[in-house]
T-cell receptor, first 113, second 112 residues
């Protein structure tokens, strides 16, 4: 069984650019959440999507947006990149909207220079 | 404000030396407490979910316990391959979301 897959694994962008990160959840899981993890910290919640609708949003600026597709895969977009956006971006897959167990992908390491 | 605090920040053990990691939390209505293991540069790996005070779960050399204010991750006779960062997270409140609130983790190093 394939787990949560994220692409790309690494990315280098310049300040001011835009980036799109992708996530495919575990087969049968309908909820996808995005987290940002900076070095030395725990992951911080960005968004949750369930059945293609936003179900939760963390304390992140409007430069961050996401969407979920009919096949439950998801994209996270970040506009006008700042140096402080450099982090490991994690996607988590859950069976349902409030289902408690979340399984993470390997992450996308974003470096903004 | 919901908060999760983990201690110690770092722990160095000799192989076979048992110890415990602590996760204390203050939340408005605990729905679940989670333990994850994270290797450098990788995503967190799910270990346990605990839902109510008094609950315990075990997996190989790891045992997680839960009280009304904190959780412990007990590591019995650790091996070098147990070296990793251990993250604690909670789900709280009655909202229709599965948002996890994480602590900053405990970095465990087990020396042979």
């Amino acid at each position: 069984d394939a787990g949560v897959t994220q692409s790309p694994t690494h990315l280098i962008k310049t300040r001011g650019q835009q980036v799109t990160l992708r996530c495919s959840p575990i087969s049968g899981h309908k909820s996808v959440s995005w987290y940002q993890q900076v070095l030395g910290q725990g992951p911080q919640f960005i968004f949750q999507y369930y059945e293609k609708e936003e179900r939760g949003r963390g304390n992140f600026p409007d430069r961050f947006s996401a969407r979920q597709f009919p096949n439950y895969s998801s994209e996270l977009n970040v506009n006008a990149l700042l140096l402080g956006d450099s982090a490991l971006y994690l996607c988590a897959s859950s069976l349902g909207q409030e289902n408690t167990e979340a399984f993470f992908g390997q992450g996308t390491r974003l470096t903004v220079v | 404000e919901d908060q999760v605090t983990q201690s110690p920040e770092a722990l160095r053990l000799q192989e076979g030396e048992s110890s415990s990691l602590n996760c204390s939390y203050t939340v408005s209505g605990l729905r679940g407490l989670f333990w994850y293991r994270q290797d450098p540069g990788k995503g967190p790996e799910f270990l346990f979910t605990l839902y109510s005070a008094g609950e315990e779960k075990e997996k190989e050399r790891l045992k997680a316990t839960l009280t009304k204010k904190e959780s412990f991750l007990h590591i019995t006779a650790p091996k070098p391959e147990d070296s990793a960062t251990y993250l604690c997270a909670v789900q709280a409140g009655g909202g229709a979301t599965n948002k996890l609130i994480f602590g900053t983790g405990t970095l465990l190093a087990v020396q042979p």
